[in-house]
């Protein structure tokens, strides 16, 4: 089996917290609404065949909270990743800066 290239591989990360949805800071950083934009940008992504993994520093604990609430808002995922590496910065070749607008990151999806 050949490995996949850049242009096979279908998943896309997606941070939840300020990215997917606002939250109500410490101490518990309770899920609230959604950030604007979220939900429908994730169904054009769904759409351009990609599949979302939602991934958090969040520990496993908050699994079924994570998942309840984009189930709630009918955010499409495939996966749920908690415990991401703690950092103070990612340096990636492949990452998209999320400013707080869904439609740049769209444009730089497509």
């Known amino acids: ?3 996949l290239t850049s242009k096979q ?8 917290d300020e990215t997917l949805a606002h939250n109500s800071g410490l101490p518990n950083f309770e899920l ?3 950030v604007e934009g979220a939900k429908e940008a994730l169904e054009k992504i769904v759409d351009m065949g990609f599949k ?5 520093a969040r520990p496993y604990s908050d699994y079924n909270i994570i ?3 984009l189930d709630i808002n009918k955010i499409p995922f495939r996966r749920i990743i908690c415990g991401k590496v703690l950092l ?6 492949k990452a998209i ?3 707080g607008n869904w439609g740049e990151v769209l ?4």
């Open 52 to 56: 979302p993994i939602i991934y958090t």
């Open 1 to 3: 089996m050949k490995p």
């Open 107 to 110: 444009a730089k999806i497509k």
């Open 9 to 16: 591989l279908m998943w896309v990360g997606i941070d939840l």
């Open 88 to 93: 103070r910065w990612m340096i990636d070749d």
């Open 97 to 99: 800066n999320f400013s």
């Open 67 to 69: 998942e309840n609430w």
């Open 32 to 34: 609230a609404e959604p």
